[in-house]
Antibody, heavy 125, light 108 residues
């Protein structure tokens, strides 16, 4: 079964650092782009950025550039989303998702076909 | 950044009836348009990609159409499990690949 399993809920204080994870299984992790999507409480979906685990090529949304770091460790089929200094406004559900691929080197121009279950991050003093 | 606008914000439809959801892009995205369904407490699920191709396991009552800037998701005969939030997303121009703000499909 193809799946993405995310790390558990986090409660942090403003200014703290955090790294959440997304482990892929059931497919070739290095050949599919993985992305991160934010959903703030009661709000819609926001595309944050994507990474190609095969070579760690990464692209960020301008809204999130410099605010978070996306990385991957292909040896353990895991992608990460990291903050160096959290803010209360980072409180949200974060989803990882795999970009659909139709063959060859998978294109970054694609929809998300497999989603993780989400990681809820709460930042509060 | 391409802005995706969905309408209506809320759609009230009776079970068994047809639902039509719209999505408009601020500039052409070709056919690089996806639709997702999200139920409360769940992750989104891909329904349609390439504007009109159903994803694996999606029932035939879901169909997508359109190209360029105007897109439609049609659910031909609503089942109880179809009442949810629906989002469109363009993946033609990036970054970012923007989502619409969502349409809530509720039971009339």
């Amino acid at each position: 079964e193809v799946q993405l399993v995310q790390s558990g809920a986090e409660v942090k204080k403003p200014g703290e650092s955090l790294k959440i994870s997304c482990k892929g299984s059931g497919y070739s992790f290095t050949t599919y782009w993985i992305g991160w999507v934010r959903q703030m409480p009661g709000k819609g979906l926001e595309w944050m950025g994507i990474i190609y685990p095969g070579d760690s090529e990464t692209t960020y949304s301008p809204s999130f550039q410099g605010q978070v770091t996306i990385s991957a460790d292909k040896s353990i089929s895991t992608a990460y989303l990291e903050w160096s200094s959290l803010r209360a406004s980072d409180t949200a559900m974060y989803y990882c998702a795999r970009l659909r691929c139709s063959g060859g080197r998978c294109s970054s121009r694609s929809a998300f076909d497999i989603w993780g279950q989400g990681t809820i991050v709460t930042v509060s003093s | 950044e391409i802005v995706m606008t969905q309408s209506p914000a809320t759609l009230s439809v009776s079970p068994g009836e047809r639902a039509t959801l719209s999505c408009r892009a601020s500039q052409s995205v070709g056919s690089n348009l996806a639709w997702y369904q999200q139920k409360p407490g769940q992750a989104p699920r891909l329904l349609i990609y390439g504007a009109s191709t159903r994803a694996t396991g999606i029932p035939a009552r879901f169909s997508g159409s359109g190209s360029g800037t105007e897109f439609t998701l049609t659910i031909s005969s609503l089942q109880s499990e179809d009442f949810a939030l629906y989002y469109c997303q363009q993946y033609n121009n990036w970054p970012p690949y923007t989502f619409g703000q969502g349409t809530k499909l509720e039971i009339k």
